[in-house]
């Protein structure tokens, strides 16, 4: 625990200005030294008695593994090593960066839970690393973005977990759903494949084109660029086309769809 200054109270509390506090992890198996948490604020309370640190005022989290979060509230448990917040919240690690209401960091299991209003954007090859949120949904490039009401990141296993009114946009492909799964791949941080469930609807439009799907579930594969190569619907499929304004239209219990990439789309 690092501070440019320090007030002692008789309750045995403390208050730090421009705290600057690293705690270090267990060591994981197979990657060297321990994984280690920096938080920094411009002002802390440390409470011994309860092993309990609270932050305020420009609270910026980083650690080993390059997750930044930034907050203007974080309460930290020494024992659990859990860091908590119930305000606004923003962070980004790889070519994933997002928002939240609300959020719990368990340091020591390497779990982040977003507790309400997520947001959360995988760059892909056309964003700039500082662009801010957009107002609206996105149009350009393999670009993908997820909102959700609440979101698990489970870094162990690899896989963001959305739940409550999920929403999946990729250009011209909307998907919505009551849950989605999303797998990464552990050296890039990009999204591999998406498992969408209950009440799942896809929607895309190219050119004068336009396809639509129902269903109970879909499992989409993405490539190394994050563009959609397959999906597998499964439950009381429904699925309409229009190419160049003529329906067509079909319904199965499951469905398989490939898609081609052409150029970049």
Do not use: C
Not at 113 to 136: C, F, M, T
Not at 247 to 259: D, G, K, M, T, W
């Amino acid at each position: 625990i690092l501070a440019a200054e320090e007030l002692s109270f008789s309750d045995g509390h403390h208050e730090l200005v421009k705290a600057d506090v690293t705690v270090l992890g267990n060591p994981v198996t197979g990657e060297s030294g321990p994984k280690t948490t920096r938080i920094q604020a411009n002002h802390a309370a440390f409470y011994p008695s309860q092993s309990l640190l609270t932050f305020t005022n420009q609270v910026v989290v980083t650690t080993s593994d390059g997750l930044v979060v930034t907050t203007e509230i974080l309460q930290f448990e020494q024992e659990s090593q859990i860091a908590s917040t119930p305000v606004a919240i923003q962070f980004r690690q790889g070519e994933l960066e997002g928002s939240a209401i609300g959020a719990r960091i368990l340091a020591e299991s390497r779990q982040v839970e977003l507790l309400s209003a997520v947001w959360i954007k995988s760059q892909g090859r056309q964003a700039g690393p500082d662009q801010p949120p957009p107002a609206g949904l996105p149009s350009q490039g393999a670009r993908l973005e997820i909102r959700s009401q609440r979101a698990f990141y489970d870094e162990p296993t690899w896989q963001l977990r959305f739940e409550g009114q999920a929403s999946l946009v990729q250009g011209d492909r909307l998907a919505r759903a009551e849950s989605m799964l999303g797998r990464l791949d552990p050296q890039t941080r990009r999204l591999t494949r998406i498992e969408l469930r209950g009440g799942v609807s896809l929607a895309a439009t190219l050119d004068a084109s336009a396809t639509e799907l129902t269903a109970r579930e879909v499992d989409a594969e993405l490539d190394p660029e994050e563009r959609l190569t397959r999906a597998l619907a499964r439950g009381q499929v429904r699925a309409v086309g229009r190419p160049e304004g003529h329906l067509h239209q079909v319904e199965a219990e499951q469905l398989e769809l490939r898609y081609a990439v052409v150029g970049d789309r």
